[in-house]
């Protein structure tokens, strides 16, 4: 298991608010928190260069490598005005899910595509999100509790407006689990989720940009494996899919059919339906 050492720096060290955080922080599975010290924080000889988390009274990152990684779910925002508005949502068309569904995201990351899903299954329904990295599962937990409570930014525009509000309900929603997904999928009975999701970090190795660069210090890039496929279709009731790199030859190596659309997107989704499912 990925177990993971981290740096702490509280910015105001006896406010009573920060402190609490720093504790449920060093609370997590497979964290080891260490107390920030001036030369750990300016890259100190001593100190391995470990990612820092700080724990401000503005919100919370990670300082891994040269930039921030903060939980923000301005991505998920965007996806919930246009799909409120009517519009389409390529990931939603892959993963059909409906009202009271469970599903299962095996690849959290930052939670954007947990977040739409969790809007999309309603209050019925319920999305589970395994994070193989100990310190990234706890920033998207914490961002996710935070965004439950319904602490969302006053915004005029109505329809922003609806959208933070449908967020704030949604996070409710979703279930942060650290672990490897092979590990957890295997111990799971059959057809528990309805659909099972992926979007591995392997096609984005090779990708420099600012936004991504940080994500790439703490999450695991490895391919998937045909085992982990294997576990995932006896998991899901109706559908395993998977988002890569546009005609990706991972679709055909893992058995996935590649889902038509998206002409001028650089991903594709693939499918594996269940027999007998139909959808
Ligand atoms: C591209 S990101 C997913 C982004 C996500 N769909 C979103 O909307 O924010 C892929 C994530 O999968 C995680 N991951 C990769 N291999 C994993 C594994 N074996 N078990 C659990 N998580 C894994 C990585 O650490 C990374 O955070």
């Not at 000889?45 to 990152?61: D, M, N, Q, S, V």
């Not at 996710?144 to 996070?171: F, I, M, S, Y």
């Not at 590649?258 to 959808?279: L, P, R, T």
Request: aromatic share 6%.
């Amino acid at each position: 298991m990925n177990h993971a050492t981290v740096i702490v720096n509280i910015t105001h060290p006896r406010d009573a608010d920060l402190q609490k955080k720093s504790l449920w922080f060093s609370e997590q599975p497979g964290i080891t928190l260490l107390t920030s010290s001036p030369k750990s924080l300016a890259g100190g000889a001593e100190e391995p260069p470990y990612p820092i988390l700080h724990i401000t009274r503005k919100g919370i990152y990670l300082e891994a490598g040269d930039h921030p990684l903060h939980f923000h779910p301005s991505m998920a925002l965007l996806r919930v005005m246009q799909i409120l508005r009517g519009e389409g949502d390529r990931f939603l068309e892959a993963v059909d899910l409906r009202a009271g569904d469970v599903f299962l995201d095996a690849t959290l990351g930052l939670g954007t595509d947990a977040l739409v899903a969790a809007a999309q299954v309603g209050a019925q329904g319920k999305v589970m999100g395994i994070e193989h990295s100990p310190i990234l599962a706890a920033l998207v937990k914490d961002g996710l509790r935070t965004l439950a409570q319904g602490d969302c930014p006053r915004v005029q525009n109505p329809d922003k407006a609806k959208a933070w509000q449908v967020l704030a309900e949604a996070a409710q929603r979703i279930e942060v689990l650290w672990g490897d997904h092979l590990e957890l999928l295997a111990g799971y009975p059959a057809a528990f989720a309805d659909v099972v999701y992926f979007d591995p970090m392997f096609r984005h190795t090779r990708e420099k940009s600012a936004s991504i660069r940080p994500l790439h210090e703490v999450a695991n890039s490895c391919s998937l494996q045909g085992e982990t496929i294997a576990e995932a279709c006896r998991v899901a009731k109706r559908r395993v899919v998977l988002k890569e790199r546009k005609a990706s030859r991972e679709f055909s190596r893992l058995g996935f059919e590649i889902q038509e659309g998206g002409n001028y997107s650089h991903v594709d989704y693939g499918i594996i339906h269940k027999e007998g499912a139909g959808s």
